[in-house]
């Protein structure tokens, strides 16, 4: 029987991948700031076109939308100053990806169970790990 798992991808922090990663966030803020603005514009253009007792749902609606993207846009505030700050060498947390495995009968739970690991380096595979858990995990602290 073939199951699927996740497979964490982590990246070692150089340089490089520090500047692509700033760069990323950046370009993130710079959308997300776009967005704020355009809805600040559609927000405007419906005031006006409106009677006032929808007014409220308006306010409702467009306040909403805005102040999710202010609160992405102070998350990625947050992520960028730890960027800048983590050390070279540190790892950082990527993306998930699937794999499929093979179970068969006869085989050890405990070695599909073990969550798997890819670090990168410069775009280049690494090291693949296995994390391990408790043989024996029926009690749980």
Not at 39 to 62: C, H, M, P, V, W
Not at 64 to 93: A, D, H, M, W
Request: net charge neutral; charged share 40%.
């Amino acid at each position: 029987m073939r199951i699927e798992k996740n497979v964490l991808v982590r990246h070692v922090l150089t340089e490089d991948y520090r500047e692509k990663l700033l760069k990323k966030i950046g370009s993130e803020k710079e959308r997300l700031n776009t967005e704020i603005e355009q809805l600040r514009f559609q927000y405007q253009k419906q005031l006006k076109e409106q009677t006032g007792r929808n007014k409220s749902a308006i306010d409702a609606k467009y306040n909403g939308e805005i102040n999710k993207r202010g609160q992405r846009i102070e998350s990625l505030n947050f992520r960028e100053s730890k960027v800048k700050t983590l050390p070279e060498g540190s790892l950082v947390t990527g993306e998930k990806v699937q794999r499929f495995t093979d179970v068969q009968v006869g085989d050890r739970w405990s070695a599909h169970r073990l969550e798997d690991e890819i670090i990168i380096e410069d775009d280049i595979v690494r090291e693949i790990r296995s994390k391990g858990e408790d043989e024996d995990d029926s009690v749980r602290h």
